[in-house]
């Protein structure tokens, strides 16, 4: 627990973090990189120079600090922390790293105000933080059953189109041994080569198959954006059947919950944000066939629809599952009701009330906007908050302070 004698000073930081936050996280990547190049090989690149990976610890570093006293709202944030890191590899002797730098850019970006009790009472809150995220990660390690950056090489013995942007993987362990049992919602780390930053990139990827069905699949949508996505664009172009890619065990805790296994199952999604969805709607299926799942998706047309025939063919086999597709821009041979049923963003003031019970267990996964758009728009509806997780495809672990 934070001493007396530093809680002022955290607490006065608030204000300060807002104002100079991003600044300072900028300070502290370039101080990092400076000291150790060979860091460039956990952290994502590309979200470096565009600033996203800066806005993000930003956001994490402010929101530490308005939470230190409430244990409750960090622990949800501490987890997913965990998880992700336990994916990347985070070996305990980083912190002391991490921990320098930061308390050097804290100091160099306020100056003056940067009294020595102010760094005292930040290096008092960092280690009390970075005590507990090695504790869980030590722990997650150990359950998990593997070292820190351990990763198993895994053979890829099928990949398969499945829109204009999207392809599946089909995985299987090089070794010939059994892959571990993963929880469906939960993701890999893939770790690949990047030639032009003579670097090791790490991006995860969820697993969007059903559990227990012999392969992990995953599903990569291809990133087109200008300048062009390095791994996911690698896989789609370089990766085919026969290669090897290195993975970390399935991580992950956006995943069902034991009290969800009796409540409705609501999975809301857009764009390559399905991929959790479809492992859930396959795991609940097979757990719990009675349970009645409602998958709700939006993407742009029919042929940006990944899983397509997947999720029909379920639909066919499962009366308990229904499905409500809204298309943004349907194209000339997209039809109303077979492929989709809304037209435009998806909007759920319009979705029948059926699919949105106030007993359900909410899980959504797409852009920020969409999630907050749909996060928005359940808790107009009266569904409690607790009720509603989400997954974010980013840097940003703070949804649940937000
Ligand atoms: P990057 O090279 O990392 O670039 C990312 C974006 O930044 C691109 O749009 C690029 O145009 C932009 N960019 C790059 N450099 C700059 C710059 N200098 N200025 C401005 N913009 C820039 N993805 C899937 O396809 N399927 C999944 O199932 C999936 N699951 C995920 C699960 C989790 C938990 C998380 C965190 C992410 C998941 N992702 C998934 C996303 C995935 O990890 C990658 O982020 C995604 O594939 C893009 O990686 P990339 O290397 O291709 O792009």
Not at 131 to 157: N, Q, S
Not at 201 to 213: H, I, T
Not at 265 to 285: F, N
Not at 299 to 325: A, C, F
């Amino acid at each position: 627990m934070l001493s007396a004698a530093s809680r002022p000073y955290i607490a006065a930081s608030v204000p300060v973090l807002r104002e100079h936050g991003v600044a300072i996280s900028r300070c502290f990547y370039q101080r990092l990189f400076a000291a150790h190049p060979e860091l460039k090989n956990i952290f994502n690149m590309p979200n470096q120079e565009s600033g996203k990976q800066q806005q993000a610890l930003a956001s994490a570093i402010f929101a530490y600090a308005a939470n230190i006293d409430d244990p409750a709202a960090l622990a949800p944030v501490i987890s997913r922390i965990v998880q992700k890191h336990v994916s990347l590899g985070i070996r305990a002797e980083h912190y002391p790293i991490v921990g320098k730098h930061l308390l050097a850019a804290i100091a160099e970006i306020l100056g003056a105000a940067a009294t020595p009790a102010l760094i005292a009472a930040w290096a008092e809150a960092y280690g009390l933080l970075a005590d507990a995220l090695i504790e869980e990660e030590r722990k997650l390690y150990r359950a998990l059953g593997v070292e820190p950056g351990e990763y198993r090489a895994v053979t890829i013995v099928r990949k398969q189109k499945e829109s204009e942007t999207v392809s599946s993987f089909y995985l299987q362990a090089s070794d010939g041994a059994a892959l571990p049992p993963f929880q469906p919602g939960q993701y890999i780390s893939i770790a690949v080569n990047v030639a032009e930053l003579a670097l090791r990139q790490l991006r995860q990827y969820s697993l969007s198959d059903a559990p227990g069905s012999g392969h992990w699949r995953i599903s990569v949508k291809r990133e087109e954006g200008s300048p062009a996505g390095l791994v996911s664009n690698l896989l789609h172009d370089q990766y085919q059947e026969g290669d090897v890619l290195l993975v970390s065990p399935p991580c992950g805790d956006f995943v069902l919950a034991p009290g969800d296994l009796d409540t409705p199952l609501v999975l809301i999604s857009a764009g390559v944000g399905v991929t959790p969805m479809m492992s859930m709607l396959h795991g609940s299926l097979l757990e719990s066939p009675q349970r009645p799942v409602n998958f709700l998706y939006a993407t742009l047309d029919g042929q940006h629809h990944p899983l397509k025939r997947e999720l029909r063919s379920l639909m066919l086999q499962h009366g308990q599952m229904q499905s409500y597709v809204a298309y943004e821009r349907p194209a000339a041979n997209d039809c109303v009701p077979q492929d989709y049923q809304q037209q435009g963003f998806l909007s759920l003031a319009t979705v029948p009330d059926s699919l949105l019970p106030q007993n359900a267990a909410y899980f959504l996964c797409g852009p920020a906007p969409f999630m907050r758009a749909q996060r928005n728009a359940l808790l107009a509806r009266g569904v409690p908050p607790q009720r509603i997780r989400q997954e974010v495809f980013g840097p940003s672990l703070l949804e649940h302070l937000q």
